[in-house]
């Protein structure tokens, strides 16, 4: 690659992704440290992105966050196959949390409407969704609203969750990495997520299932809320890398293909 398509790409990278990291970047471009910070050192120039430490950042009075709307345009078919598998473990009875992000947002074409359970969410199209089911109780959480991300965020505690005995969790992620676990860029929806996750440490009955297309494998945002192996299923589209299935199999965590819409040949252990 040419340093100037090199260039292009970690700030095509960048603006996806919001926040990276150094190690990041050099391990994804499979460039030396001072290689990578020539590079940045062009991109800074425009006042698009700023250094911060240990990383760099999109300069969000320069540029904000990408809009929803671009983000759910990627690889759209993807995150559908994701909604509807998604979708169909719901079960009569449920009490389930639905993160936001585009990806969780796909099951909102896919809600079921012969069965009753509870939905708790702060996605702007999840609820418009829901509010037109008779079968579903609708929780609405956050009260700040993001135009951005079409999601409510902030609390006013932080033990909000404590009070919900979620026994389903499907989560959205920006980026999924061995060495960094499940992240995120946005830190009032980093919070929610957290609190869900800490809740199942303390409730056995919550399953948390991680909902991702294949272009997040290997990538790491800002924040971590999650550890890998806090998940039992983990839903993708297409193939995920090998190193991958060896650590799902390894932790017993399902791996649910969701353009094959069956399952490999792993044997969770409950």
């Given at each position: 690659m040419l340093k100037e398509e090199r260039i292009s790409a970690i700030a095509d990278y960048i603006k996806e992704m919001q926040t990276v990291s150094m190690a990041d970047l050099v391990n994804r471009f499979g460039v030396s440290p001072n290689t990578l910070r020539r590079d940045l050192s062009k991109l800074l120039e425009n006042g698009n992105f700023k250094k911060i430490y240990g990383g760099v950042t999109v300069n969000n009075n320069n540029?904000?966050?990408?809009?929803?709307?671009?983000?759910?345009?990627?690889?759209?078919?993807?995150?559908?196959?994701?909604?509807?598998?998604?979708a169909s473990l719901f079960e009569s009875g449920d009490l389930i949390f639905l993160d936001s992000g585009t990806t969780?947002?796909?099951?909102?074409?896919?809600?079921?409407?012969?069965?009753?359970?509870t939905l708790i969410t702060n996605s702007l199209q999840l609820i418009v969704a829901a509010s037109e089911l008779s079968n579903v109780k609708l929780l609405i959480i956050g009260n700040q609203f993001n135009p951005?991300?079409?999601?409510?965020?902030?609390?006013?505690?932080?033990?909000?969750?404590?009070?919900?005995?979620?026994?389903?969790a499907f989560m959205s992620a920006t980026g999924i990495s061995l060495n960094n676990g499940v992240t995120n860029s946005e830190f009032n929806e980093f919070k929610i997520k957290s609190q869900v996750l800490t809740k199942s440490l303390s409730n056995p009955n919550?399953?948390?299932?991680?909902?991702?297309?294949?272009?997040?494998?290997?990538?790491?945002?800002?924040?971590?809320?999650?550890?890998?192996?806090?998940?039992?299923?983990?839903?993708?589209?297409?193939?995920?890398?090998?190193?991958?299935?060896?650590?799902?199999?390894?932790?017993?965590?399902?791996?649910?293909?969701?353009?094959?819409?069956?399952?490999?040949?792993?044997?969770?252990?409950?």
């Open positions: 540029k904000s966050l990408i809009d929803y709307t671009e983000r759910k345009s990627k690889t759209s078919k993807d995150k559908i196959s994701i909604g509807k598998v998604a969780t947002d796909a099951i909102s074409n896919f809600l079921p409407r012969n069965i009753s359970y951005k991300t079409q999601s409510f965020t902030g609390t006013d505690e932080d033990t909000l969750f404590n009070k919900y005995n979620i026994n389903k919550q399953e948390n299932i991680l909902l991702i297309d294949h272009t997040k494998f290997d990538r790491t945002a800002l924040l971590t809320y999650a550890q890998i192996n806090q998940f039992s299923k983990i839903i993708t589209s297409g193939e995920a890398p090998l190193k991958y299935k060896e650590y799902f199999e390894k932790n017993n965590i399902e791996l649910i293909n969701s353009h094959l819409k069956t399952k490999p040949s792993v044997n969770p252990h409950k």
